[in-house]
């Protein structure tokens, strides 16, 4: 079993930054595949960013390229998502997963991660 917490949460003015954390327990950290995935009311989720196992490889949605980043740190069990440039329409409730399978071509896939978090929300103001 592998229990994933989301931090880092919250109220932010268009413009702004913020910054998340996923700390991870009950499986061996390094060895899984880790993604962000946000869900906006009344809308599905969708895939924000994913990194592999080693950190080596980065994925993101067209969206927030350029503006968000990925990262992890294997020794603190923990990965990343760091936000700048916020928008209004990046305003929903973040969710971690982890994912033993995931590849360059599942990355974006919510059903091909095994465990999610219980997710943070992040308000952006206009």
């Known amino acids: 079993q592998v229990q994933l917490v989301e931090s880092g949460g919250g109220l932010v003015q268009a413009g702004g930054s913020l910054r998340l954390s996923c700390a991870a327990s009950?499986?061996?950290?390094?060895?899984?595949?880790m993604g962000w995935f946000r869900q906006a009311p009344g809308k599905e989720r969708e895939f924000v960013a994913a990194i592999s196992w080693s950190g080596g490889s980065t994925y993101y949605a067209d969206s927030v390229k350029g503006r968000f980043t990925i990262s992890r740190d294997n020794a603190k069990n923990t990965v990343y998502l760091q936000m700048n440039s916020l928008k209004p329409e990046d305003t929903a409730v973040y969710y971690c997963a982890s994912g033993r399978r995931i590849s360059s071509g599942t990355y974006y896939r919510p059903l091909d991660y095994d465990y999610w978090g219980q997710g943070t929300q992040i308000t952006v103001s206009s």
């Open positions: 009950g499986r061996p950290f390094s060895s899984v595949a």
